[in-house]
């Protein structure tokens, strides 16, 4: 089946800490990866995404790489700061078949001054 | 400007009585879910569509329907809503990924938080 998997949470860094949040996934096709980022009582944002093999999606200093022999996502930036503090979503998109998308449960990150 | 709207953003109502979720999308995305959020299991797909007429079970249909009749709206439709249904729900759309009939990326309504009690 189909399935994301990513590090549990909450996370809490010190400003201009350096980030990584794991993500890898299970997918039976071809999928395009995601990381979505909500910030309190909002909706969902792209923050961004990859969708093949070896591509880098990179937004405000996030990067994550979409590694197909690690079936990988991991999310990094090297310098946090306390407005990155927020909810963020591993997902996949299936590319050839239908509009499913699947998340991961969400890691909660809170960066204190 | 583009963007999903749902309505209501919070209702709180008891076991039984009907209710709908609407969502409307001005960006012509031929693909719209619903999705529900909970602590602890991220966000989970209820119902897709992929275009007008259109819709199918995503991971949690149980308890839920949609309707396509339009290509910018969506409504959520709990016909005798239960405890477990309390949740918050999003709406999202996005148009086809171009490699397939996959999907793009998704852009996401604010939310509306239900209650069942």
């Known amino acids: 089946g189909n399935s994301v998997t990513q590090m549990e949470g909450p996370v809490t860094l010190s400003e201009e800490a350096f980030l990584t949040i794991n993500c890898t996934y299970t997918?039976?096709?071809?999928?395009?990866l995601f990381w979505y980022v909500q910030y309190p009582g909002e909706g969902l944002q792209l923050l961004l995404k990859?969708?093949?093999?070896?591509d880098k999606g990179s937004n405000k200093g996030f990067e994550a790489t979409y590694r197909k022999e690690t079936t990988s996502f991991h999310l990094e930036k090297g310098s946090v700061q306390v407005s990155d503090s927020a909810v963020y979503f591993c997902?996949?998109?299936?590319?050839?078949?239908?509009?499913?998308?699947?998340f991961g449960t969400g890691t909660s990150l809170t960066v204190i001054p | 400007e583009a963007q999903v709207t749902q309505n209501p953003r919070y209702l709180i109502t008891v076991t039984g009585k009907k209710l709908t979720v609407t969502c409307s999308q001005n960006?012509?995305?031929?693909?719209m879910s619903w999705y529900r959020q909970d602590p602890g299991l991220g966000l989970r797909q209820i119902y897709y569509?992929?275009?007008?007429?259109?819709?199918d079970k995503g991971d949690v249909p149980e308890g839920y329907k949609v309707s396509r009749k339009e290509k910018r709206n969506f409504p959520l439709i709990l016909e005798s809503p239960s405890p477990n249904q309390t949740s918050l729900y999003f709406c999202?759309?996005?148009?086809?990924?171009?490699?397939?009939?996959?999907?793009?990326?998704?852009?996401f309504g604010p939310g509306t938080r239900l209650t069942v009690l």
């Open positions: 999202a759309s996005s148009r086809p990924s171009g490699r397939g009939r996959g999907t793009d990326t998704q852009y």
């Open positions: 997918a039976t096709g071809y999928p395009s």
């Open positions: 990859a969708t093949k093999a070896d």
């Open positions: 997902a996949l998109a299936l590319t050839n078949t239908g509009n499913q998308f699947y």
């Open positions: 960006m012509n995305h031929e693909y």
């Open positions: 569509s992929m275009n007008v007429e259109v819709t």
